[in-house]
């Protein structure tokens, strides 16, 4: 599984075509919200639009629209600097419709193999924090997909307690963009994060075969309700 719903403002948008087959690819935009501490912080993603989908977005919404996305993430490590690259994640639409003010959605639904232990952290504050990475296969690409995971607090013990390296994994959480300066180039770097509010266990590591599925002890996240999709007056999207 690896899924996104998520709600923004369209701040960009280009309608292109592939030079072989003249297949219609609308490439966007999107500023979303998130929190971080008791901030709420914008940011941006690239999402893609093929096809009939393409062309009905570039068609329909404008810059400034606010709209729902839904689609299919893929991460990507983009040059920065001399040996150095950045992951990039960006959204494959397979939905685009209209959104209220009022509706925000943020949620990431994936699974995949862990890549290592989770890392654990203790603040200052008395928060714990554990990182892991996982691994998810995308079609026709030779490597997989490698998120960054985030957890915190009781979420956090249930990973340091359950999870290891090669395990299988389901989670749903929250996209957040982490940014800092880079101590060796003095750079500026960023990088996607899921902020885990659920985690489940689905079988058994890749190299020791299968085990029942285990539900961990952690918070329910509800699955994300799709508002019936509206239409509205044609409007032809501007470039940035």
């Keep these: 599984m690896n899924n996104i719903f998520l709600t923004g403002t369209l701040i960009r948008a280009e309608l292109r075509h592939t030079p072989q087959d003249q297949t219609p690819i609308c490439e966007f935009d999107l500023e979303f919200q998130f929190e971080r501490r008791d901030a709420v912080v914008r940011e941006t993603v690239a999402v893609t639009a093929w096809n009939e989908l393409g062309t009905e977005v570039y068609n329909q919404f ?37 959104a209220s003010p009022e509706q925000s959605l943020n949620s990431v639904m994936l699974v995949g ?26 079609p026709k690409a030779e490597e997989p997909d490698w998120y960054s995971l985030e957890l915190w607090n009781k979420r956090a013990e249930v990973a340091m307690n359950y ?45 020791t075969g299968s085990e029942e599925t285990e539900a961990v002890p952690d918070v329910e996240t509800q699955t994300p309700e799709v508002a019936p999709n509206r239409k509205r007056k044609a409007t032809k999207a501007s470039a940035a």
């Excluded at 989770?118 to 995308?138: F, H, M, T, W």
């Excluded at 290891?164 to 500026?188: F, H, M, N, V, Y």
């Design 113 to 138: 193999y862990v890549g290592s232990d989770p890392d654990r952290k203790d603040q200052e504050s008395g928060n714990v924090v554990a990182n892991l990475s996982l691994a998810i296969n995308r």
């Design 163 to 207: 999870v290891r390296k090669g395990s299988l994994i389901g989670i749903t959480g929250a996209l957040k963009i982490d940014r800092w300066t880079d101590k060796a180039t003095q750079l500026p770097r960023t990088k996607p994060v899921i902020r885990v509010d659920r985690l489940e266990l689905l079988g058994g590591k890749r190299e």
């Design 62 to 98: 404008s810059v400034g629209s606010r709209v729902l996305v839904e689609g299919l993430t893929q991460i990507e490590l983009v040059p920065v600097a001399e040996n150095r690259t950045i992951p990039r994640l960006s959204i494959r639409a397979l939905r685009v419709q209209s």
